[in-house]
């Protein structure tokens, strides 16, 4: 009896350690593409901000729509996969759950196919949370995704959003979960549902019921990460033939004063002949971002390099408002790049662009202003800039 507990307690070690070798794996797949995965997002995702300034008719604007829909699912899986790899702690601010999930509303009606109907359910005076908009977002995404997928001959996604009190008592209360008030974010589908033997395993890294090729089996176990660095809890409910329901469990903030939304366009700033030095390795972002920066207003002058930034910065820093550096390049990447420009003029402004979080924290601390996450939008851009030139 002994002996085959020590195989057993054997072979769960070996399990255990290839999947943690398989995630290592992961992590350094990811961080190897996720550069040049962004690079082939970010122009698309640019030309249509430009494509949309001039196309006017309805179908030719929803084809856009649709385009811009996939590039930013694009960038989402991506970030999944970071996020899961290289864990899920982000900044916490000031949520209102209204408008977290108008925008996973607006992401289905434009995306998700006709046959699957649509209901919401929210309730009145909901309580602020505080939590990382994007990680968020990625939760019900990955929720509404699973749904739909459930669904391939339509269906009722219902979407519910309410208040739950979880007294001392409950037996769901433990040590990393407390008692107190929630917010529940539901999704619920008329689906395939899940045969009960695989509810026990749908939040295991790389478990997937999916045919080979729709999915990575990384949705639901990061899912479940994100929600549990945030305090808080999922459950599921399901039944084979009849559909499942998921139940995220946030911490409220009663007392979380949330700031009203302003109303903004879609692009916000406009430029006023200000001179930015743009400076990437890659000739399709360098392209489309100067194009975009010159149909709002600005003047650009490009670089391929640091090398080359820093010769063009030499000759016209009295004229250069704000330098774009990207953070992976050859020959002088751009945290070299940010540390020779502040010895040439510590006043110089800079925003460094990076698809990597860990550049981010680099370019911040070496003294960029701001860090652009890649692939950023036109809207994302123009915002930053106006915010630097007018501090």
């Known amino acids: 009896m002994s002996f085959n507990t020590d195989i057993l307690e054997k ?3 070996e399990s255990h350690f290839l999947r943690s070798q398989r ?8 961080n190897g593409i996720a550069h040049d995965l962004n690079n082939v997002l970010l122009p698309i995702m640019l030309s249509i901000d430009l494509l949309k300034l001039s196309v006017k008719e309805a179908k030719q604007i929803n084809i856009l729509t649709s385009i811009e829909a996939s590039a930013k699912r694009g960038a989402n899986m991506v970030q999944q996969v970071l996020s899961f790899a290289r ?16 925008d996973i509303l607006k992401f289905i009606e434009e995306a998700f196919p006709k046959n699957i109907e649509l209901t919401t359910q929210i ?15 990625q939760v019900l995404l990955n929720l509404c995704l699973n749904a739909r997928d459930a669904m391939q001959d339509g269906g009722q996604l219902t979407l519910t959003v309410k208040t739950e009190t979880l007294p001392e008592t409950d037996p769901r209360v433990k040590k990393d979960i407390k008692s107190g008030l929630y917010i529940v974010f539901q999704i619920t589908d008329t689906g395939t549902g899940i045969p009960e033997k695989e509810l026990g395993k749908i939040f295991d890294p ?16 990061t899912v479940m990460a994100i929600v549990k660095s945030h305090g808080g809890y999922i459950n ?20 979380t004063d949330i700031p009203p939304v302003q109303a903004q366009s879609e ?10 030095l743009l400076v990437d390795d890659e000739d399709s972002v360098r392209f489309i971002t100067q194009q975009t920066l010159q149909a709002y207003g600005y003047r650009v002058l490009t670089a391929i390099n640091g090398t080359e930034a820093i ?16 953070m992976m390049m050859p020959v002088m990447d751009g945290a070299a790049t940010i540390q020779v420009l502040k010895r040439m003029n510590p006043e110089v402004k800079i925003i460094a662009a990076s698809g990597l979080t860990s550049d981010g924290t680099k370019a911040t601390s070496l003294g960029a202003n701001y860090y652009l996450h890649k692939p950023y939008t036109a809207a994302n851009i123009l915002k930053v800039l106006d915010q630097i030139i007018h501090q």
């Open 11 to 13: 072979k769960k070690m």
């Open 23 to 30: 995630i290592e794996s992961i992590g350094t797949l990811a």
């Open 87 to 102: 864990g899920v702690d982000g900044e916490r601010y000031k949520l209102d759950p209204k408008n977290v999930v108008y």
């Open 123 to 137: 309730q009145e005076n909901l309580p602020g949370f505080m939590g990382d908009a994007t990680q968020v977002h």
């Open 206 to 221: 790389f478990f997937t019921t999916k045919e080979l090729g729709k999915g990575t089996g990384l949705g639901l176990s």
């Open 236 to 255: 599921v409910t399901s039944k084979l033939g009849q559909g499942t329901s998921f139940d995220a469990y946030f911490p409220a903030n009663p007392l």
């Open 267 to 276: 692009t916000g700033h406009y430029g006023h002949g200000q001179l930015i």
């Open 311 to 326: 010769a063009i910065y030499a000759e016209r820093q009295q004229e250069i408002d704000v330098v774009l550096t990207d």
